[in-house]
């Protein structure tokens, strides 16, 4: 079942804490070698994202999901600086009819780009996107030693709502996943 979106404006354009342009814009199938070259820096991280590399998307992997999650009503939102892709933001609806109002929310901002405000634009843009798309609810999933994160979504009004605890395994240490929500 495909949910059309509303006629509103999908990019959105400000100047970041150091000076620098940033758009953010739906997501396009040609962004996925992007997404996926800059996500990868994230992921080899290991300590934001429920990812490792040999899980990752493909090219065509991510072009797919770039497509389905349009066509099945989902937000999937970029970030992008001088012409490259720094971030992104998804929001995947519930496929059923009885969860249609909630969605999944992941977001991820490249190593260079955080602590210039693309998050709270990300996090902005979202919440707007999800008022005005019939949304009534914004669940997340975040790593217990990820404050910066957990203190963004506080701020936009996210609560917790359960732990598991020790669940992960990062960087020589056992860590807690959060759930976390936001009603609209």
Do not use: C
Request: aromatic share 10%; no cysteine; hydrophobic share 40%.
């Amino acid at each position: 079942m495909t949910t059309p979106a509303p006629t509103i404006n999908p990019y959105r354009s400000y100047t970041a804490k150091n000076g620098k342009q940033v758009t953010l814009r739906p997501a396009r199938i040609e962004d996925a070698p992007s997404i996926i070259r800059r996500m990868g820096k994230v992921v080899r991280e290991g300590e934001y994202l429920e990812e490792e590399e040999q899980t990752m998307a493909d090219v065509r992997e991510e072009e797919r999901k770039i497509e389905k999650m349009r066509k099945k009503g989902s937000m999937y939102t970029v970030a992008v600086v001088d012409e490259e892709i720094v971030a992104a933001a998804e929001l995947k609806r519930g496929a059923l009819r009885m969860n249609r109002h909630t969605a999944e929310f992941r977001i991820w901002v490249g190593p260079l780009f955080r602590g210039m405000g693309i998050g709270k634009h990300l996090m902005i843009y979202t919440i707007d996107w999800a008022k005005k798309n019939g949304l009534k609810k914004i669940s997340l999933d975040v790593f217990a030693n990820n404050e910066r994160a957990i203190d963004l979504y506080k701020r936009y009004g996210f609560v917790v709502e359960g732990r598991r605890r020790d669940h992960f395994f990062i960087n020589g240490r056992y860590v807690d996943e959060i759930f976390m929500s936001k009603f609209l």
